[in-house]
Structures are given as C-alpha cells and as structure tokens.
C-alpha cells in the first residue's frame, strides 16, 4: 500500500469514527447540550486560561466566522466565557465554564467507555496492533500541529 493510499484510508476512517462515538454519546442522553462542532470548540481551548479565536479557528482548522456562531450559542448557554484582554479592549479571549468542563470530563468519559467496549470486541493481536499504533498517532498528529503552526 502506497503512502497516498495509507492517508486516504486513514482520512476515511477517522471521520466515521468521530461520528459513531458522537452517535452514541447522544444516544445515552447524557450529554445533549452541545454539538460536536461544540464539543471540538471546547476541546480546542485550555484546560485553564484563556486563547484567542483566531487561534482556536486555526487549532480547529475552520473559519473564524465559524468560531465566533461556535462561541455566540456556546457564552449564550454559559459554556464559555469571553474575557476582555486589560492591554487591549478590542481583543477577547475564550475560556472554559466550570460547566463546560463538566460536560467535556462526561463526554470523554462516554467516549472512552464506548471504545472500551468496542476494543473488546477485537481479537488480542487487532487490540495489540492498535495499542501498536497509538503512539504513531500521536505523532503523526504532532507532526500536522507543527506543519499547521497549531
């Protein structure tokens, strides 16, 4: 398999992947007050302190019109919290609620749990072949956050 088709199998997987795992969270009901756009909007800001939108749009790789209708539901639901920069009015930061990180600890703890359950599903040696795997995932996402300036 060439190194174009390892990308375009990979491109084509993740996506679905996301999408079952959101499915599924909604599905349990516990987790319905955000979209996943929503949800990777929170993923995209500090466990603590605060970032601009832009660089949230460039972390998320979507327009910074897309991040602010992202924002504008999330500050309107008490989900994030827009701070003024004291140095400079004009500029806004975004943070984490401690609701939003509630909702986010929920929605990842789902999200491990239904992989969970699904990798037992796997045989020993496709579950040893992912463990394998993960720390190239992590770098090949390293990789695209340092191509990207992420």
């Known amino acids: 398999m060439s190194l174009?088709?390892?990308a375009d199998r990979l491109d084509r997987v993740l996506g679905p992947?996301?999408?079952?795992?959101?499915r599924y969270i909604r599905r349990t009901g516990e987790v319905t007050d955000v979209?996943?756009?929503?949800?990777?909007?929170?993923r995209a800001l500090p466990e603590h302190g605060t970032i601009g939108p832009r660089l949230v749009a460039e972390r998320m790789r979507?327009?910074?019109s897309t991040v602010s209708n992202l924002v504008k539901g999330?500050?309107?639901?008490?989900l994030v919290e827009?701070?003024?920069n004291p140095d400079d009015f004009r500029a806004v930061g975004l943070s984490l609620t401690p609701a939003s990180r509630e909702i986010l600890d929920r929605y990842n703890q789902l999200s491990s749990t239904a992989?969970?359950?699904?990798?037992?599903q796997l045989s020993a040696r496709?579950?040893?072949a992912l463990q394998r795997a993960l720390p190239v995932l992590e770098k090949l996402v390293a990789v695209l956050e340092a191509e990207n300036g992420a």
């Open 4 to 6: 174009q088709e390892t």
């Open 17 to 22: 992947l996301r999408r079952v795992l959101g």
């Open 35 to 42: 979209s996943e756009s929503q949800v990777e909007l929170l």
């Open 62 to 64: 979507v327009a910074p």
């Open 74 to 78: 999330l500050a309107k639901a008490g």
């Open 82 to 84: 827009r701070v003024s």
């Open 115 to 120: 992989l969970a359950r699904a990798l037992q």
């Open 126 to 128: 496709e579950q040893q």
